[in-house]
């Protein structure tokens, strides 16, 4: 099985000091033969990541998503009967709390 670079993507973690002082001029790196570029951000099972390990990204995705789940309830307003629709509306909010 080959590596394919242009689907494949590193990420290096740590904090802002570390890598500015000792990874400055890594750009990519060699992955079984094959090089690989170094991304600043990266989506890992649905999980956007980024170097310094600060979840902003990852927040604002989900965010997006539950807002923008909450708003296409409007678009049913007599498939859902409005307890269920205040039921599956708490649900995304809930999501958010975590």
């Known amino acids: ?50 170097s310094n390990l600060i979840l902003d990204n990852y927040t604002k995705s989900v965010s997006r998503s539950c807002f923008h789940h909450i708003r296409a309830l409007h678009k049913f307003p007599g498939a859902l009967g409005d307890s269920t629709a205040a039921a599956v509306a708490s649900a995304f909010v809930s999501v958010l709390d975590r």
Request: avoid cysteine; charge should be neutral; charged fraction near 10%.
């Open 1 to 50: 099985m080959a590596l394919n670079p242009e689907k494949s993507d590193a990420i290096l973690i740590g904090t802002v000091a570390h890598r500015a002082h000792s990874y400055s001029n890594l750009t990519s790196v060699n992955v079984a033969g094959t090089t690989v570029p170094l991304a600043t951000n990266n989506s890992i099972l649905g999980a956007k990541l980024d």
